[in-house]
């Protein structure tokens, strides 16, 4: 199958009209850095198809002229034709977008690429406005009563029944990790979901709840639940197989 599939791919290649290519960099539970390599190929009815292309491991170091020598060697190897390339997206790593030995650069400088337009993925810079938002004043009380909730095992449990005694829409909490902004959204709508919940199981174990009482601290809590929440639908929307900019319109 794996076979087959490869072949599949070799075809398109060879059958399309243009393809454009998108590289990202990351590393693996081992520490060896990997590239991912997507190429979305468009064909003479103008239909698109896209792929992973292949993952390549990058061993020793991660510069750009190491990331080029991984992706020109492959593209020699597999035959694939760099006429057709039109463009290539990356994120803004200095190793992929550096004006004299950036990835990108490298490339434009080898007479064997065509003239290509070169894109960064927005996905990373909406990310970036989603962590520069700020209300650590927000973020950081609650994250701190979610996790005296979640990781106390006794007091887990009874907020677990505190919440089917109340009949209430969620039956537990979501944790935070900073690895993955995204959770905030999730989280706080959660939490907002639950406050009320949250009050009442605080106050049962006389903990301090002016907080979560405070008007003004309620407002930001609400404002940046929606705004994390809008972030959420803008950054999966962007996700996935078919995207254009006319599915986007």
């Known amino acids: ?112 690429f065509p003239k290509f337009v070169q894109y960064h993925c927005i996905i990373h810079q909406q990310a970036l406005c989603a962590k520069v938002i700020g209300f650590e004043h927000v973020m950081t009380p609650v994250v701190r009563i979610i996790n005296s909730i979640r990781f106390k095992a006794k007091q887990h449990r009874s907020f677990k029944v505190l919440l089917e005694e109340l009949s209430a829409e969620y039956r537990d909490l979501l944790l935070h990790t900073d690895i993955r902004w995204l959770s905030r959204g999730r989280i706080l709508l959660r939490f907002l979901s639950l406050l009320s919940e949250i009050k009442e199981f605080m106050k049962s174990r006389d903990e301090d709840t002016s907080m979560l009482e405070d008007t003004a601290w309620l407002l930001d809590l609400a404002f940046l639940t929606d705004i994390t929440g809008k972030l959420n639908n803008l950054n999966r929307a962007l996700q996935g197989k078919g995207k254009t900019v006319a599915d986007m319109i």
Request: aromatic share 8%; glycine share 4%.
């Open 1 to 112: 199958m794996s076979d087959n599939l490869t072949d599949q791919l070799d075809r398109d290649l060879a059958e399309c009209k243009w393809f454009s290519i998108q590289c990202d960099e990351s590393i693996d539970s081992s520490s060896t850095a990997q590239l991912m390599v997507f190429v979305r190929m468009v064909f003479k009815d103008f239909s698109t198809k896209e792929e992973l292309l292949t993952l390549l491991p990058l061993k020793t170091t991660t510069r750009g002229v190491d990331i080029y020598n991984a992706v020109k060697e492959f593209f020699n190897i597999k035959n694939i034709p760099l006429q057709k390339l039109v463009s290539i997206t990356t994120d803004g790593a200095p190793a992929m977008t550096g004006r004299h030995v950036g990835f990108i650069a490298h490339c434009k400088s080898d007479p064997a």
